[in-house]
Nanobody
């Protein structure tokens, strides 16, 4: 049974930083795709960062490129998302996701690529 548990959300002012963590329990091939999605109030869920092919590949949504960094620590079975230079429009519930099927992914592949999801952690950015 695979479980993903996010943590690290909180409230910060614009320009601040957060580090989100996603603890993985159960077996997921380390080569497989993992991602961070977010969903803002009244909006759909969007992928903001993905990591694939054993961590050798990463990709970001244009809206976060240069500000967010995705990484994984295989020894700790943990996925991270470093959020810097935060803006009020980054306010959202952030979800960790993992695929049991794909090791190559694209940022535009969509949520159907991932079959494991966490419960989310809320990041609130005030102006």
């Amino acid at each position: 049974q695979v479980q993903l548990v996010e943590s690290g959300g909180g409230s910060v002012q614009a320009g601040g930083s957060l580090r989100l963590s996603c603890a993985v329990s159960g077996y997921i091939d380390r080569r497989n795709c993992m991602a961070w999605f977010r969903q803002a109030p009244g909006k759909g869920r969007e992928a903001v960062a993905i990591i694939y092919n054993g961590g050798t590949g990463t990709s970001y949504a244009d809206s976060v490129k240069g500000r967010f960094t995705i990484s994984r620590d295989n020894a700790k079975n943990t996925l991270y998302l470093q959020l810097n230079s935060l803006k009020p429009e980054d306010t959202a519930m952030y979800y960790c996701a993992a695929s049991s099927r794909y090791s190559w992914c694209t940022i535009g592949a969509g949520s159907q690529t991932y079959n494991y999801w966490g419960q989310g952690t809320l990041a609130t950015v005030s102006s």
